[in-house]
């Protein structure tokens, strides 16, 4: 039965990956009708990140209420109620609205999910289901393409993807039993016992900090690469623009290949040796778009900043309940998964406001930095927690 809510759980994470993409694909339809400006567009997806932030921050208190398996079903067929909604929307405010309830129920489904597989599975089906987000989240703009090309304009996009998220909800109720079960065979029943923590109770935990400015700094990283690689390509080395959106794609390849991979490589090596694996490979990639040859080795670049990248994120997050607890993993899941979707919104403008200012070519450089700080927190987690467990496992 165990098989069987694996499966769930799979078709979960290519769900979760289906709507990211849909308002990028769509929005070049979108906008000339609201008769807003292009830029627009950052606005619903910042409303959609910080209801991400806020349910990723609440998810401690709503998984022990109600059980990862509840938590995930409902915000599942919120997100579907948000993208009916988006397929309804003949202005831009409306839009907005609908962003809230899309972006409380992604995040409260990320954490659930993420924490949910990392005590209850191996860290390679971390890695398979976080490929499975980027196979969903790859499929998303072909479904909004089928649906322009078609003459049904982008709603049908929405609503199609609406109708697949329903479809999930009614799967995922249907298998709440099974959730229950891995629970109660598999949780620390600390788990169950203890009450949710308060975000000071959670930032006070040793080591609590450290992982999040980690995560702040991974996402930070991925976001950045992937929306100003294409623009530094074209501005800094005149690839033109057809060269630039490929090299671009191919930085999701990366990461997409990537996380099959490590799943395999998840027999050979842990956790820590996985995400270093990562961060040496993605320097590599780094120190590479430094070299000034043009564009001949940009797409070797890019892959190999993606393959780095790829089993960063689900190794660290696999990580989570071996280094904080069980008891303590949903909270401090909640938090970085806050961190992440914050260094997602934040880091990209950031680098877009430097790039006006002094130039694009500082691209290699901000992914180094934030490369270097990612490296640097994490270490620096492992020396607390290890710590930390020494404490508690002597005698007394």
Known sequence: ????????????????????????????????????????????????????????????????????????????????????????????????????????????????????????????????????????????????????????????????????????????????????????????PSVLQSGPLSLRQVFSIPGARQTMITFFCYCALEQTASLWSGSYFAIQRGANAEEAARLAGLFFLGITAGRAAAGFLTFFLNDVKTVRWGQLLSLAGILLLLVPDGVPLAGISLILVGLGCAPIFPSMMHATPSRFGAERSQAIVGIQMASAYAGTCLMPPVFGLLAQAAGIFLFPGFLLLMLALMAVTHERTIRITTHRKHLSDAPS
């Open 1 to 188: 039965m165990i098989q069987l809510l694996l499966a769930i759980i799979y078709l979960a994470f290519i769900s979760l990956g289906l709507p990211d993409s849909l308002l990028g694909a769509a929005w070049p339809s979108m906008y000339p009708s609201f008769d807003v400006p292009v830029s627009f567009a950052g606005i619903v997806s910042m409303i959609i990140a910080v209801g991400t932030i806020v349910s990723s921050l609440q998810s401690d208190r709503l998984t022990r209420v109600f059980g990862a398996g509840k938590v995930t079903a409902v915000s599942v067929a919120l997100t579907a109620f948000a993208l009916f909604g988006f397929s309804l929307s003949h202005s831009f405010w409306p839009l907005c609205l609908w962003a809230i309830p899309y972006g409380l129920g992604a995040g409260s489904v990320d954490a659930a999910l993420n924490n949910y597989v990392a005590l209850h599975f191996a860290s390679r089906h971390m890695s398979w289901l976080h490929c499975m987000w980027g196979v969903g989240a790859s499929i998303g703009p072909y479904i909004m393409g089928w649906a322009l090309t078609g003459g049904q304009g982008w709603n049908a996009g929405y609503r199609c993807v609406a109708l697949i998220q329903l479809v999930l909800t009614i799967l995922l109720l249907v298998s709440l039993p099974l959730w229950k079960k891995g629970r109660s065979a598999g949780q620390d």
